[in-house]
């Protein structure tokens, strides 16, 4: 039987435990950063030469030139045919859904006139390159091709290139069926590393992008953190979360599975219910103990569960929206009888999934927005992926004769203020005598 800690919020010391619960250490191995430092000094000094050198070394592949690990864009094609019908269908069914949602984030250029003529703005335009890592070998993610790439391609960027690591030459033909769907301009078989560090550099081969993302392990996350300030990143993500607020009406062993959802990504998962009902809370411990025997990664979702899962009785609904807001989960399930009226009382959370028929999974693969979502409370600041991350803004100032005679006098008058009289003589310069 799993020994799933029970918190109530009545208890003594709540707030303590629920701090001590959330806290996760996710400062940076040093021994891994060291290594990393290695990596990309490497590559950013020798380029293509150390790329190979290091897949040769930790993907176990006989490669000769950059070239035999580039793919053609034929060989994506040819995954895609190759997939079953059914899977295929499904492919650009999700990709589809992602698009059709995405679209609607496009932010446009805008502008507006002053009474004497000076136009004032914001011109937005996308990113020009953009590097995209996914997992490979085994743990291959389509559905992060998906939520990287179609983002990036519906704000208008005009060369995407992915990285994905093949491990002793194994290729997932889901992930680069995907890239096809997407259309991914350019594919290399390199990770780790030594892949962020091509992307943020550039090699002979690999051209630097402007910006980073997509999920990896400990040494792409080192990577990323170290090469943030060269490239944009999206973000190091914590491990994954789910935080449930259920009335006490929904089948626990619908619960309980959400709740394995997240518990089998890694055993740093996190996996809460919440519920103002004791005798709910005991039922869904009922069938996690039942169902968890069948799940083929029972000891990932145990291990989650154990050590930073939590069912917790709540006075009431308003007490569990406060307490969320407080976690700011990755995913939150409002499974409740008014689900939207609840979310109104939402303030952070990455992803809100409303209703007993929304499970979290839907939204890692199709329901339409970004699965790419902001973890470890950072829910409070941040947002999920976007098209709005491959679009930037610049400011339009266009001043007419009028307005640089108005404006050039506050400036001259601040800039003087500030002992900066290069600044107030360029303005004066304009200003009529």
């Known amino acids: 039987m799993l020994n799933i800690k029970r918190f109530s919020s009545v208890e003594a010391g709540f707030d303590a435990a629920l701090k001590t619960l959330l806290a996760f250490e996710g400062a940076q191995d040093e021994q891994i950063d060291m290594v990393v430092a290695d990596i990309l000094k490497a590559v950013k000094r020798h380029g293509d030469e150390a790329v190979l050198n290091y897949t040769k070394r930790f993907d176990r592949l006989a490669v000769n030139s950059m070239a035999d690990l580039e793919l053609p864009q034929s060989a994506l094609q040819a995954a895609l045919t190759g997939l079953p019908a059914e899977q295929r269908t499904a492919l650009q069914q999700a990709a589809d859904r992602v698009r059709e949602y ?32 996914v997992p490979g070998g085994k743990a291959a993610y389509p559905s992060s091709v998906l939520m990287n790439a179609i983002p990036a391609k519906v704000a208008g960027v005009k060369e995407l290139i992915m990285v994905v690591p093949t491990p002793d030459g194994e290729k997932n033909a889901l992930v680069l069926a995907a890239a096809a769907v997407c259309g991914v301009d350019r594919v290399f078989c390199i990770g780790g590393a030594q892949a962020v560090a091509a992307l943020a550099y550039g090699t002979q081969t690999v051209p630097q992008v402007d910006k980073i993302v997509g999920p990896g392990n400990a040494y792409v996350a080192a990577a990323k953190r170290r090469v943030f300030g060269v490239v944009g990143i999206d973000m190091v993500a914590g491990p994954s979360e789910i935080l449930i607020i259920c009335d006490g009406q929904t089948d626990p062993d619908w619960i309980a599975m959400d709740l394995f959802s997240q518990a089998e990504h890694d055993e740093l998962a996190q996996a809460i219910l919440l519920s103002p009902d004791a005798g709910f809370l005991d039922r869904v411990e009922a069938s996690i103990n039942r169902l968890v025997n069948d799940m083929p990664r029972q000891q990932i979702i145990k291990t989650s569960l ?25 995913h939150l399930e409002l499974s409740v009888a008014d689900p939207m009226a609840m979310s109104k009382q939402i303030r952070h959370a990455g992803a809100i999934f409303m209703g007993r028929q929304s499970c979290e999974a839907v939204g890692d693969y199709c329901a339409g927005p970004n699965h790419v979502l902001p973890t470890s409370r950072t829910a409070r600041f941040s947002s999920p992926l976007g098209v709005y991350d491959f679009q930037k803004r610049s400011s339009l100032i266009m001043l007419s004769e009028a ?8 400036a001259s008058t601040l800039a003087y203020g500030e002992g900066l009289q290069a600044h107030a003589r360029s303005a004066e310069y304009r200003m009529k005598k």
């Open 306 to 330: 154990q050590d930073r899962g939590a069912l917790i009785l709540v006075r009431d609904l308003n007490e569990a929206a406060d307490i969320a807001n407080y976690i700011s989960p990755e």
């Open 403 to 410: 307005g640089a005679q108005t404006l050039g006098r506050i």
């Open 102 to 133: 995405h679209q609607k984030q496009l932010m446009s250029s805008w502008s507006y006139t002053e009474a004497d003529g000076t136009m004032l703005g914001q011109q937005v335009t996308a990113l020009d390159r953009v590097g995209l890592y």
